[in-house]
């Protein structure tokens, strides 16, 4: 639990153990001082019984006990004795006569059980007493909680009651009835018992700083209070007369539904807002990784990453392209091959020194390229900073410094050669006086061999005599400083060079600058300095070596100086610190998990979201594979994308699967994986972005559920439509039997095939599997069907010839269109064939486009001429009329041949609405 909500937390539980401890001492006042309006806050209302005082007085005080480290066996003592009251009390209403009703005062409002508190009174305290008993007791914290959680239902549910005026909730009779205050005071005291359990049950996912934790903080409370307002405003309404009952509670429910979209939509806004920073924060991570390794790949510095213990775990390309090894022959201790025997002690000793101290790992050591050649490198590192869990690791350079160890040996070699061909020469002078000439040419010859080699070198050099004389100045050193050989004294280094502390930027007194260290005969080991001068107004870094200069008989002659430029090692060092803090940070402080995971599927690295996600700490899941916590039916699925992300298949993908969390239920997440390859392609480790939709999926769950129940629902109304139809036409037959005139008989029939097409819509939809519209070709087909018995047709002399393609049809469009066919084939067989004539029926059903067309044409008499639908005087054709155009639809009669009825409207009646509108 964050630091703030802790301490609101323990704060509210404060506030709320004195509240309730106020509450008790103020109606003990009002019974002490004989004052009604404590006892009962308002006339009329249920007193507050003493020993309910006395109860919340001790509830309270145990409750601000319980918050302190060194008080909790005194709550816990504290929350037994309300225990204890409220167990005698219930020795009362069973018969057993303890004395606890009138042990301090007698209420004379009360006359069957006086003093007593209420049954409810005595239930809360020894559910809310209990619960206070068993606070910080391990993983007991379900009872508590579920405990307070039932006296928070109760004491809500009283005050519910009260707000909407129920008697019966709360007044049973007098000495059963429970206060005001007392039901306000149990609401506070279960609120303080539910706050006292943090980081666990309810209260750990409400301060949880997850999204499930925010979403319940956004949630809970318009959950809880929004439909009791509403509720209350509702019934203010009514009372007032402004509405009635069916008004009140179709208002009731818009305003609840309203309340909910509103605060659902906005919640689905933040998450969809959470979700794209989310993304965008990956894709940084991934940019930011791919840029620091491209960084490292284009350094000339062998750059390598090792754990405290030596296990290496990383290498630049440089390092590969230089001992022509791969990165799985060098990774964990594999590298100590390409070093030198020779240097293998020293550099472990210097290693573990600097693992010890902390202090930066320095070394000279050979390292063995592809030739099988050692060349000399300078290697340092650095300890990275740590997240405070696993192993400390170093970030490490390797820097060639063969050329200079090459040049200092030759230095050193000429040097001892001179001084001795001197001392020979100054022996031999008298005896061999004509060979001084030679000797003068050799050393000048070998003078000139020096200096060739002074300025070929990569590296700055420069050589002062005894006094501080600058006596050698090479072409690099004039180049890194940016001036030539000065005859200045080494006081004047500093301000002539412009050679400054790499850290304070201050001049850098003499005595600290390395060549004149040599001249007193120290050896000054890669020394840092910062050059800025008017060659160099932006300044640079440089490293310095300085070592004294010797002769034969060990006299110091002078000292010498080699320094090379590491300004841009030194950027490229800070901006991978830099890179590497954003993605650390990134990929600790991502609302969702995050987590780096080997090949073989085992953790590498989590992050804290990922940990709080699964229920188990960082340590716990390094020791185990994502395979052990996937729910088994979900693992193939899993593993065979990993295996086509391996294959090079694809480069990531996405899926739904359920971890199980350390408590032992389900969790269900959106897995997004990747990988990361080497300069080879070869697999290095994934990456894996988890995001908790375990509400997400129960809310789905639950609206599936709610669906069905509504597509029941609605079969369940088209079934009894049909039947209630099935009843009119049935009613209709019973009543046309009274009749005996054949006019009126036939009424009836036709009002009866009427309903009867109209049932057959709903029986039609009461058997669709999408409730929404129905396959009207096979509903013509039992129309007819029906016609044809209903007017007893003879088959051998009437044809029937359906031509119905599917076209399927809503409910608002089926209806009218079934009475259209009703009324047409009744008229056809009616009175298209009299006098017991042959004839053929003919049906078609088409569907053009977005237009219906339904033909019905008969060879029949045909229909005369001064008929139309629109100057019938029979009501089906006008009938006819009507619907065609409650269906948007145009009518046209053929009389050629019988008559022929065609009747085109749109598909979708919303379609044809919208054209009308226009």
Not at 457 to 465: R, S
């Given at each position: 639990m964050p630091d703030r909500l802790h301490r609101l937390r323990i704060r509210f539980c404060h506030a709320s153990g004195v509240f309730v401890a106020l509450m008790g001492s103020l109606g003990l006042l009002g019974w002490i001082l004989d004052i009604a309006a404590l006892r009962s806050i308002l006339p009329g209302l249920a007193t507050m019984k003493p020993n309910t005082c006395i109860a919340f007085i001790l509830a309270g005080f145990a409750l601000f006990l319980l918050q302190q480290a060194n008080s909790k066996h005194l709550g816990k003592f504290v929350a037994l004795i309300v225990v204890l009251i409220s167990v005698l009390s219930l020795l009362e209403y069973a018969g057993v006569q303890v004395g606890i009703d009138e042990l301090l005062f007698e209420d004379p409002e009360s006359t069957t059980a006086p003093g007593r508190m209420s049954l409810a009174t005595t239930i809360f305290f020894l559910l809310l007493g209990t619960a206070l008993a068993f606070l910080h007791r391990g993983l007991d914290f379900y009872i508590p909680q579920g405990l307070a959680a039932l006296g928070f239902l109760g004491s809500s549910l009283t005050l519910i009651a009260y707000l909407y005026g129920v008697d019966d909730l709360y007044r049973v009779a007098p000495f059963s009835s429970i206060s005001l205050h007392t039901a306000a005071s149990f609401f506070i005291l279960s609120l303080g018992v539910l706050a006292a359990c943090p980081d666990r049950g309810l209260i750990g996912l409400l301060a949880s700083s997850g999204q499930g934790g925010i979403l319940a903080r956004r949630l809970l409370p318009v959950a809880f209070l929004g439909p009791i307002f509403l509720g209350w405003l509702r019934l203010l309404g009514q009372r007032?007369?402004?509405?009635?009952?069916?008004?009140?509670?179709?208002?009731?429910?818009?305003?609840?539904?309203?309340?909910?979209?509103?605060?659902?939509?906005?919640?689905?806004?933040?998450?969809?807002?959470?979700?794209?920073?989310?993304?965008?924060?990956?894709?940084?991570?991934?940019?930011?990784?791919?840029?620091?390794?491209?960084?490292?790949?284009?350094?000339?510095?062998?750059?390598?990453?090792?754990?405290?213990?030596?296990?290496?775990?990383?290498?630049?390309?440089?390092w590969m392209e230089y001992t022509g090894a791969t990165e799985e022959e060098h990774l964990g201790f594999g590298w100590a091959d390409v070093v030198n025997p020779d240097d293998r002690v020293i550099a472990t000793e210097r290693w573990n020194r600097s693992v010890a101290t902390g202090e930066p790992y320095e070394a000279?050591?050979?390292?063995?390229?592809?030739?099988?050649?050692?060349?000399?490198?300078?290697?340092?590192?650095?300890?990275?900073?740590?997240?405070?869990?696993?192993?400390?690791?170093?970030?490490?350079?390797?820097?060639?410094?063969?050329?200079?160890?090459?040049?200092?040996?030759?230095?050193?070699?000429?040097?001892?050669?001179?001084?001795?061909?001197?001392?020979?020469?100054?022996?031999?002078?008298?005896?061999?006086?004509?060979?001084?000439?030679?000797?003068?040419?050799?050393?000048?010859?070998?003078?000139?061999?020096?200096?060739?080699?002074?300025?070929?070198?990569?590296?700055?050099?420069?050589?002062?005599?005894?006094?501080?004389?600058?006596?050698?100045?090479?072409?690099?050193?004039?180049?890194?400083?940016?001036?030539?050989?000065?005859?200045?004294?080494?006081?004047?280094?500093?301000?002539?060079?412009?050679?400054?502390?790499?850290?304070?930027?201050?001049?850098?007194?003499?005595?600290?600058?390395p060549l004149y260290r040599a001249l007193l005969g120290e050896v000054a080991n890669d020394c840092e300095l910062f050059v800025r001068n008017p060659r160099h107004p932006e300044g640079r870094y440089i490293i310095v070596t300085g070592r004294p200069i010797f002769s034969e008989l060990g006299v110091l002659e002078g000292g010498v100086a080699v320094f090379r430029d590491v300004t841009a090692r030194r950027q490229a060092d800070e901006e991978l610190r830099e890179s590497r803090e954003r993605f650390q940070n990134a990929f600790e402080h991502t609302s969702n998990g995050m987590a780096l995971l080997s090949v073989d599927g085992r953790w590498l690295k989590v992050n804290s979201a990922l940990c709080r996600i699964v229920g188990r700490t960082s340590e716990e899941l390094l020791a185990t594979t994502f395979q052990a916590i996937t729910h088994p039916e979900d693992l193939e699925p899993d593993l065979q994308y990993a295996r086509k992300l391996l294959a090079g298949e694809i480069s990531n993908y996405q899926i739904e699967k359920r971890y199980?969390?350390?408590?032992?239920?389900?969790?269900?997440?959106?897995?997004?994986?990747?990988?990361?390859?080497?300069?080879?392609?070869?697999?290095?480790?994934?990456?894996?972005?988890?995001?908790?939709?375990?509400?997400?999926?129960?809310?789905?769950?639950?609206?599936?559920?709610?669906?069905?129940e509504k597509q029941v629902l609605l079969r369940e109304i088209h079934h009894r439509v049909k039947n209630n139809l099935q009843v009119i036409s049935s009613l209709l037959d019973l009543q046309s039997q009274y009749s005996k005139d054949p006019a009126t008989v036939e009424m009836f029939r036709e009002s009866q095939n009427r309903v009867r097409s109209m049932a057959l819509v709903h029986e039609r939809l009461y058997q669709s599997e999408t409730l929404a519209n129905i396959d009207f070709a096979n509903y013509l087909g039992d129309l007819v069907g029906y016609l044809s018995s209903t007017y007893r047709v003879d088959t051998g002399m009437i044809h029937f010839e359906l031509d119905l393609e599917p076209v399927h049809l809503s409910i608002d469009s089926a209806v009218p269109c079934g009475l259209l066919v009703n009324e047409l084939v009744s008229n056809c067989l009616k009175y298209a064939f009299p006098n017991q004539r042959e004839g053929n029926v003919w049906l078609s059903l088409v569907q053009t486009g977005d237009d219906v067309i339904l033909t019905v044409q008969d060879d029949g008499v045909g229909l005369a001429e001064e008929i139309t639908l629109r100057n019938s005087k029979t009501f089906g054709l006008r009938l006819v009329a009507a619907l065609t155009e409650q269906l948007h639809g145009v009518v046209k009669i053929d009389r050629t041949q019988g008559t022929s009825v065609q009747i085109t409207f749109p598909a979708m009646r919303d379609k044809a609405k919208k054209a009308t509108q226009k």
């Open positions: 007032q007369g402004w509405y009635g009952l069916e008004f009140g509670v179709a208002l009731f429910a818009l305003s609840t539904v309203a309340m909910f979209t509103v605060f659902i939509l906005w919640t689905a806004i933040w998450i969809e807002r959470t979700d794209r920073e989310r993304r965008q924060i990956a894709l940084t991570l991934k940019q930011n990784d791919r840029h620091v390794r491209e960084l490292m790949d284009s350094l000339p510095q062998l750059i390598w990453i090792c754990r405290s213990d030596g296990y290496c775990e990383f290498f630049s390309r440089q000279e050591i050979r390292i063995r390229d592809k030739s099988k050649t050692y060349r000399w490198f300078k290697a340092g590192a650095t300890l990275l900073p740590s997240s405070g869990t696993g192993p400390r690791k170093w970030i490490g350079t390797n820097t060639d410094i063969d050329d200079r160890k090459r040049a200092e040996s030759q230095l050193r070699e000429l040097n001892a050669t001179l001084e001795q061909k001197v001392i020979e020469r100054t022996v031999a002078a008298e005896e061999r006086s004509g060979a001084l000439a030679a000797s003068e040419a050799a050393f000048r010859n070998q003078s000139r061999v020096m200096n060739s080699i002074l300025q070929s070198m990569g590296e700055g050099v420069a050589v002062a005599d005894r006094d501080g004389t600058l006596t050698i100045f090479n072409k690099e050193a004039e180049h890194i400083l940016g001036l030539g050989l000065k005859e200045i004294h080494a006081t004047e280094w500093s301000d002539t060079y412009g050679l400054f502390d790499p850290t304070t930027k201050q001049p850098c007194p003499v005595e600290k600058l199980f969390h350390k408590d032992g239920h389900i969790v269900w997440i959106i897995l997004n994986g990747s990988i990361v390859r080497d300069t080879q392609g070869k697999p290095l480790y994934c990456i894996a972005h988890v995001q908790d939709i375990t509400e997400r999926k129960l809310t789905e769950e639950r609206m599936l559920a709610s669906l069905e």
